[in-house]
T-cell receptor, first 114, second 109 residues
Framework: GAGVSQSPRYKVAKRGQDVALRCDPI?????LFWYQQALGQGPEFLTY????????KSGLPSDRFFAERPEGSVSTLKIQRTQQEDSAVYLC????????????FGNGTRLTVT | GIQVEQSPPDLILQEGANSTLRCNFS?????LQWFHQNPWGQLINLFY???GTKQNGRLSATTVATERYSLLYISSSQTTDSGVYFC???????????FGAGTRLFVKA
């Protein structure tokens, strides 16, 4: 597609529910990133994929967070047993290269845990 | 890890005014981008500028990599320029993009 596509745009979950957030990167982009943005803050790194390999997951806040990119294209960020502190905007970005090319962001998924 | 500091944190301008936003970083970088996050949350690429100077309409940016800073110039500001401006860098040899805390700009009509 022309840009990075994320779905759903908004998600409301009750505390304890599992959620799955989808990212469809720009076709041919090798690198894919997930970021978490709390209200009034800058985006915080969660995890990075180079093709299907998850090279860095150091930013995932807990073992309730899991990300995958099985075929090196679409990625899913899954949050199990959601907590109120998980409420944030989850941003996906892709780039054609690895560290030396610009990031292109999707519109994000706004997750609200009630 | 690399630290990214942006200043000022908040800025209020009258429409038509000019401004300069600054980004300081603590280590060498091979990638630097400026983004504008609009009031709807969309992050828009402004410049990919690891070094040198670029211009796009009323906006321009300069990165002096050897001195570890970058500047974003906004001339003849418009109300649609309101939002948050982020500087984001990748450490030399790395791949992780680290964001500053942003400059929140409000342009009054």
């Amino acid at each position: 597609g022309a840009g990075v596509s994320q779905s759903p745009r908004y998600k409301v979950a009750k505390r304890g529910q599992d959620v799955a957030l989808r990212c469809d990167p720009i076709s041919g982009h090798v690198s894919l990133f997930w970021y978490q943005q709390a209200l009034g803050q800058g985006p915080e790194f969660l995890t990075y994929f180079q093709n299907e390999a998850q090279l860095d997951k150091s930013g995932l806040p807990s073992d309730r967070f899991f990300a995958e990119r099985p075929e090196g294209s679409v990625s899913t960020l899954k949050i199990q047993r959601t907590q109120q502190e998980d409420s944030a905007v989850y941003l996906c970005a892709s780039s054609v290269g690895q560290g030396n090319s610009p990031l292109h962001f999707g519109n994000g998924t706004r997750l609200t845990v009630t | 890890g690399i630290q990214v500091e942006q200043s000022p944190p908040d800025l209020i301008l009258q429409e038509g005014a000019n401004s300069t936003l600054r980004c300081n970083f603590s280590d060498s970088v091979n990638n630097l981008q400026w983004f504008h996050q609009n009031p709807w949350g969309q992050l828009i690429n402004l410049f990919y500028i690891p070094s040198g100077t670029k211009q796009n309409g009323r906006l321009s940016a300069t990165t002096v990599a050897t001195e570890r800073y970058s500047l974003l110039y906004i001339s003849s500001s418009q109300t649609t320029d309101s939002g948050v401006y982020f500087c984001a860098v990748v450490n030399t040899g790395g791949f992780k993009t680290i964001f500053g805390a942003g400059t929140r700009l409000f342009v009054k009509a």
